[in-house]
C-alpha cells in the first residue's frame, strides 16, 4: 500500500531554522508529484507548494514563495519542507500529499499523517 | 485564488441518516476539478471523490458527490458509525490549489 510518512512533531524557538521529512513507499517515487500543506491550528488546509522529485521542478504557492524551501532526495524516496528562520506564526500541522500532476489537473490521493510543529519561545 | 466556503460547519446526525454537504466555489471550477476527503483526529485525510463524482478506489457506494462550475455536494446516503468525521473539498482545477475549511459530522 501506498505511504507518505512523516517526520515526528517538533518544538522550535523563534528564529531557529527546521528542515521536516516525507518518506514514500510502495509507489515509484520519481513519478508523482509530492506536494506540502499547512493546517493552522483551528483552521482549513493551504497549499503550500509542490515538487516533482525526478528533476526538482518546484512550484510555489505565492504565499509561500520566499518563506520555505521544498526540496526533495529521490535516492531516498524523501521530501522536504525546511525553514531558515521560524516564526510563532509557523506553528501548525504540516501535511505532505502525492499527487500525477503539479499545478491542476489531478487530485491528491494520498497524504502523509502530518508533522506538528510548534514554534515557542 | 479559488475560495471554497463549506457548509454547514457541523452536522449533527444519527447513524443510518442521510448526510448531504455542501462546497461552494468562488469562481467556476473548471473540468469539475473537485475533490472531497474524510479525516478523521490524528490520521491522514483518505480521498473519497475526484472529477466532483467519481469514487476513489475501494470507497464504498454510499459516498456520492455531485455538482460542476460553483456548487458541488458530497452524500453519503446511510451513516455508518465509521463515517462521522471531519470532511472537506479541494479544488485542484487552477493554482494555487485551494481547500475548504471542513464540514464536521458528529453523531447526534
Known amino acids: 500500500e501506498v505511504q507518505l510518512v512523516q517526520s515526528g512533531a517538533e518544538v522550535k524557538k523563534p528564529g531557529e531554522s527546521l528542515k521536516i521529512s516525507c518518506k514514500g513507499s510502495?509507489?515509484?517515487?520519481?513519478?508523482?508529484?509530492i506536494g506540502w500543506v499547512r493546517q493552522m491550528p483551528g483552521k482549513g488546509l493551504e497549499w503550500m507548494g509542490i515538487i516533482y522529485p525526478d528533476d526538482s521542478d518546484t512550484r510555489y504557492s505565492p504565499s509561500f514563495q520566499g518563506q520555505v524551501t521544498i526540496s526533495a532526495d529521490k535516492s531516498i524516496s524523501t521530501a522536504y519542507l525546511q525553514w531558515s528562520s521560524l516564526k510563532a506564526s509557523d506553528t501548525a500541522i504540516y501535511y505532505c500529499?502525492?499527487?500525477?500532476?503539479?499545478?491542476?489537473?489531478?487530485?491528491?490521493?494520498?497524504w502523509g499523517q502530518g508533522t506538528l510543529v510548534t514554534v515557542s519561545s | 485564488d479559488i475560495v471554497l466556503t463549506q457548509s454547514p460547519g457541523t452536522l449533527s446526525l444519527s447513524p443510518g441518516e442521510r448526510a448531504t454537504l455542501s462546497c461552494r466555489a468562488s469562481q467556476s471550477v473548471t473540468s469539475s476539478y473537485l475533490a472531497w476527503y474524510q479525516q478523521k483526529p490524528g490520521q491522514a485525510p483518505r480521498l473519497l471523490i475526484y472529477?466532483?463524482?467519481s469514487r476513489a478506489s475501494g470507497i464504498p457506494d454510499r459516498f456520492s458527490g455531485s455538482g460542476s462550475g460553483t456548487d458541488f455536494t458530497l452524500t453519503i446516503s446511510r451513516l455508518e458509525p465509521e463515517d462521522f468525521a471531519v470532511y472537506f473539498c479541494?479544488?485542484?482545477?487552477?493554482?494555487?490549489?485551494?481547500f475548504g475549511q471542513g464540514t464536521k459530522v458528529e453523531i447526534k
Open positions: 500529499a502525492r499527487s500525477r500532476a503539479g499545478i491542476s489537473g489531478t487530485p491528491v490521493d494520498y
Open positions: 510502495e509507489y515509484s517515487f520519481t513519478t508523482y508529484w
Open positions: 472529477g466532483a463524482s
Open positions: 479541494h479544488q485542484y482545477s487552477s493554482s494555487p490549489r485551494t
